[in-house]
């Protein structure tokens, strides 16, 4: 940050804490829009208020819902809704699960399904998570994120993890924040191959559990209903034990778990 930043800010700073200026903004975000019918289509299916609509001489709009606004221009020259990558819109909650559970009931109830693919579309939500993302018909994305979501994101899985519970918390990492289920899927076929016969079989059937669902979001029912099988086949009968490795002496109760390292390096980008 150059030296005329620096002393923009600390010049705000002193006016503010002079009582100059007082802490009352709003920020509303103007996102592109392609299309002004199926933008406040999906809005209002999703229960927001439409606030504002102007089509000429120039597109404006503006939606609300509950405590936040977002607005709507005509894009740029060139802009493609496809590459998803015209804007996006952070809005910090307290607890994601309930706003899915909102915005999901909406959606079935405006289009019989859930959208999933596609745009518009809802990513999935699983329960603990701490963010979901809609997006548009213009391929906006407005991300809902709790508000005590760690700062930092370990890929390759949590340092204090080891085995396939380090691989479930990468795969997590992958297909919630990155939204790349196939490489999710591949971190954990690998390491379901590495560790399942000394695992705990409480995170065999975790691993297994979350292959069903990669599957599915990948629309590979043959691969899903094979995990499925090898989940239903799985004894949980002392599913908090790991089974003795193959070196493990006969007389041994259990097997240490060996470290492993990240199933999966950084994803590339940012």
């Keep these: 940050m150059d030296g005329r930043t620096d002393r923009a800010r600390d010049g705000a700073a002193d006016r503010a804490a002079g009582g100059a200026v007082r802490a009352n903004e ?13 933008t406040l289509e999906f809005y209002r299916a999703l229960g927001f208020r439409v606030t504002y609509e102007q089509t000429r001489p120039y597109l404006y709009l503006a939606v609300e819902w509950s ?30 699960a309930s706003y899915h559970a909102e915005f999901t009931r909406a959606l079935r109830a405006a289009y019989g399904r859930v959208p999933s693919k596609g745009r ?43 085995g396939l519970a380090k691989a479930l918390d990468n795969a997590r990492v992958f297909s919630e924040f ?30 297994l559990a979350t292959l069903v669902e990669l599957a599915t979001a990948l629309e590979d029912p043959t691969a899903a209903e094979t995990w499925r099988a090898r989940l239903a086949a799985l004894d949980l009968t002392d599913a908090t034990e790991p089974r003795p490795g193959p070196e493990a002496p ?21």
């Design 178 to 207: 990155k939204h790349e289920d196939r490489t999710a899927l591949k971190i954990l076929t690998t390491a379901l191959r590495r560790h399942e016969d000394t695992a705990p079989r409480a995170d065999v059937a975790r691993t």
């Design 67 to 96: 405590g936040f606004s977002l607005h709507f221009g005509a894009p740029p020259q060139g802009f493609d809704p496809a590459r998803e990558d015209g804007a996006a819109c952070l809005v910090l909650v307290d607890e994601v």
């Design 120 to 162: 518009p579309r809802i990513t999935r939500y699983r329960p603990g998570a701490s963010r979901f993302t809609l997006v548009d018909p213009s391929g906006n994305s407005l991300i809902f994120i709790r508000r005590d979501e760690p700062a930092e994101l370990e890929y390759g899985g949590s340092q204090e993890l080891t």
């Design 250 to 270: 006969s007389e041994a109760g259990s097997a240490t778990r060996p470290d492993a390292g990240p199933e999966a390096g950084p994803p590339s980008g940012p």
């Design 26 to 38: 709003t920020t509303v975000p103007v996102l592109p829009c392609v299309s002004a019918t199926e």
